[in-house]
């Protein structure tokens, strides 16, 4: 994921986090480990992208609001998705990001 091109340009600045599910007791029929790269552009735009072993990649566009990530649209590999059809463990994951993106840890 890390080598892809940025989502919305060359000057979009890229953060990633690794995230053990099961240090952050996120469990059920999720992965053990989740990869989320995070871009955002010249006009605060976010693009959050989640990855984890034999699981879909999904792609988030979101906005930080009151410390929250704010997800406006959701992507399935590539393809538009309802955020209903989003596993639990990626909107935990997603929920992780905005706190780490809003300075907890």
């Not at 892809?4 to 952050?24: I, M, R, Y």
């Not at 735009?45 to 072993?53: G, M, Q």
């Amino acid at each position: 994921m890390a080598s892809k091109q940025p989502v919305h340009d060359g000057n979009a600045q890229t953060t990633e986090f690794d995230v053990n599910l099961a240090d952050e007791r996120i469990r059920g029929r999720s992965p053990n480990h989740a990869r989320a790269v995070v871009s955002v552009d010249a006009n605060s735009t976010l693009r959050v992208e989640i990855e984890a072993a034999n699981q879909l990649d999904w792609q988030l566009d979101a906005r930080m609001v009151n410390g929250t990530l704010d997800v406006t649209r959701t992507f399935c590999e590539g393809h538009s998705a309802h955020d209903v059809d989003m596993p639990e463990w990626v909107e935990r994951v997603a929920d992780l990001v905005g706190e780490r993106l809003d300075g907890g840890t």
